[in-house]
């Protein structure tokens, strides 16, 4: 119930024409992250995510993956997926995850609003070969961090690319196309940011 109540909101407001202008060529843009809710010393439900510690003790944990629709300097709640584990798992069974979920998710999403294209932006969790074919297999654009010490062959091949040719002329921001990568061709690109003499590197693939 509560999904048809956000589902009425967003069509209501994206019917309004009000968020127009924050379409970047056609797409609007969804900030997907999970974010923990409570933590407990037994297990809530029955489904809570499992941690144990080095001393033995046990934590429980209710984990959900948001989805935001980004309109300036608003975001509104597109969609919401709990992190859970459905039944009581042994050792050797993995736990329910933030990627999981977002599987799960993003198929609501294309069934809820068919008809629009996104802009799908995460962090560098999300930069694998199954969700950005996922984005391409719905069309949808996509804008993930590239971290230096995750998919070491794109950041090579990136920064040899880079090194030989800088495909802008942007001051401070460097980018390379068509880089290939499982089948998969993306763009890269990464902003050097110096503030009171402190210099930031921001990386992402789209």
């Known amino acids: 119930e509560l999904?048809?109540?956000?589902?009425?909101?967003?069509?209501?407001l994206i019917r309004s024409k009000m968020f127009d202008k924050y379409r970047f060529n056609g797409c609007f843009q969804l900030l997907f992250d999970g974010t923990g809710l409570?933590?407990?010393?037994?297990?809530?439900?029955?489904?809570?995510?499992?941690?144990?510690?080095r001393d033995g003790?046990?934590?429980?944990y209710k984990y959900v993956l948001e989805c935001k629709l980004i309109v300036g300097n608003i975001v509104i709640s597109l969609?919401?997926?709990?992190?859970?584990n459905e039944k009581m798992l042994t050792d050797k069974q993995k736990q329910d995850c933030e990627t999981n979920a977002f599987k799960r998710m993003i198929?609501?999403?294309?069934?809820?609003?068919?008809?629009?294209?996104?802009?799908?932006?995460?962090?560098?969790?999300?930069?694998?070969?199954?969700?950005?074919?996922?984005?391409?297999?719905?069309k949808w654009n996509y804008i993930f961090n590239l971290k230096p010490d995750r998919l070491k062959e794109i950041n090579e091949t990136f920064e040899d690319n880079i090194n030989y040719q800088n495909e802008t002329?942007?001051?401070?921001?460097y980018l390379s196309t068509d880089i290939k990568y499982k089948g998969i061709s993306l763009s890269a690109f990464k902003y050097i940011e110096t503030k009171?003499?402190?210099t930031t590197i921001f990386r992402y693939i789209s």
């Open 79 to 84: 969609d919401s997926e709990f992190i859970e």
């Open 38 to 53: 409570s933590n407990h010393d037994y297990n809530l439900n029955n489904n809570c995510l499992i941690r144990k510690h």
């Open 107 to 138: 198929k609501r999403i294309k069934k809820n609003y068919p008809k629009y294209k996104f802009i799908i932006t995460g962090d560098a969790l999300y930069a694998t070969a199954p969700i950005i074919k996922i984005c391409k297999k719905y």
């Open 169 to 173: 002329t942007h001051q401070n921001y």
């Open 196 to 198: 009171k003499k402190k």
């Open 57 to 60: 003790k046990i934590s429980y």
């Open 3 to 12: 999904r048809s109540i956000q589902k009425y909101i967003v069509k209501a």
